[in-house]
């Protein structure tokens, strides 16, 4: 657990990759309240890691929907396209202690491998990477031909290194030990892309000094793999807090592709920020 005296602090970190909704409002909201109720501190960050997807008029918007909503952060706001830097920096650690390792795989290459095997593992984002370049004996020979290629983690070997069991501290499910291997060898860093969400964000916690993440429970899973990689890394883990997720009349999650959730629509159809944290949030 923190030590008592230490100063909270929450962040907020969308991707602009369209408007912010309900949802995104709900996770900012309490993040917030959690620091200012606390006497802590708030951060805004901005994961823009998909150069493609990634788009400056969504940023633009993140400031602006989170602005009507009446929140307030520590400039400057940090975006992870400027600190690609820092990301390496962390791999290239990772590299020095023989746990990562190259994939030249294509998605094709993966679905076919999977298909030929009688029974390929599954976890919650689908099946599991089968390790076809864990190992691969021509791997120099293709890095050195500068064949296009991801780093993926070898978690059987990062585990061992570890050597210890693994748990974290969530709010609301209480000490839950973690599971890595339900997702596998991960990617740390992407063909088009030096780092991927799994490692940016926990070395974006960590360099921001975050000690309470609050965000959404289909994050809940990706948190095995961040814990993995907080103890290689040497980072103190924060705590977690992974909340429900606000659903639409059908019972489905809020999606960016829903124009009419947005805080932008609700907004030019004079909504007041008040009626939405009154609906959202409860008293």
């Known amino acids: 657990m923190k030590d008592d005296a230490q100063q909270l602090v929450t962040r907020f970190a969308p991707s602009p990759t369209g408007r912010l909704h309900k949802g995104h409002a709900y996770s900012a909201l309490l993040a917030f309240g959690r620091a200012r109720d606390e006497g802590g501190r708030f951060l805004l960050r901005i994961e823009d890691i998909d150069t493609v997807r990634c788009r400056n008029e969504f940023v633009a918007g993140i400031f602006e929907d989170l602005k009507w909503l009446g929140l307030?952060?520590?400039?400057?706001?940090?975006?992870?396209?400027?600190?690609?830097?820092?990301?390496?920096?962390a791999l290239d650690r990772l590299k020095a202690m023989g746990l990562v390792y190259p994939c030249f795989c294509t998605r094709k290459d993966i679905q076919r491998e999977i298909d030929a095997a009688e029974t390929a593992p599954?976890?919650?984002?689908?099946?599991?990477?089968?390790?076809?370049?864990?190992?691969?004996?021509?791997a120099d020979?293709?890095?050195?031909?500068?064949?296009?290629?991801?780093?993926r983690l070898n978690l059987e070997a990062a585990l061992a290194h570890i050597c210890e069991p693994l748990v974290w501290q969530d709010e609301i499910r209480g000490t839950i030990k973690a599971t890595p291997k339900e997702l596998g060898d991960v990617v740390l860093a992407r063909?088009?892309?030096?780092?991927?969400?799994?490692?940016?964000?926990?070395?974006?916690?960590?360099?921001?000094?975050?000690?309470?993440?609050?965000?959404?429970?289909?994050?809940?899973?990706?948190?095995?793999?961040?814990?993995?990689?907080?103890?290689?890394?040497g980072y103190e883990p924060p705590i977690y807090h992974h909340h429900g997720l606000l659903l639409d009349e059908h019972g489905e999650r809020f999606a960016k592709r829903n124009k009419s959730v947005t805080l932008e629509s609700m907004r030019k159809a004079g909504m007041q920020p008040s009626d939405l944290v009154a609906e959202i949030i409860p008293s």
Request: with cysteine; hydrophobic share 35%; proline share 7%.
């Open 122 to 138: 599954h976890g919650p984002d689908g099946p599991i990477y089968p390790g076809i370049c864990r190992g691969r004996e021509d």
């Open 191 to 233: 063909k088009d892309t030096p780092t991927s969400y799994h490692l940016s964000v926990v070395v974006d916690d960590a360099l921001q000094g975050i000690t309470h993440i609050i965000r959404g429970e289909d994050l809940f899973h990706a948190t095995h793999i961040h814990v993995v990689l907080q103890k290689l890394l």
């Open 72 to 89: 307030t952060w520590e400039e400057p706001v940090r975006r992870q396209s400027e600190h690609f830097a820092d990301y390496q920096n």
């Open 141 to 151: 020979a293709l890095l050195a031909d500068g064949a296009p290629h991801a780093w």
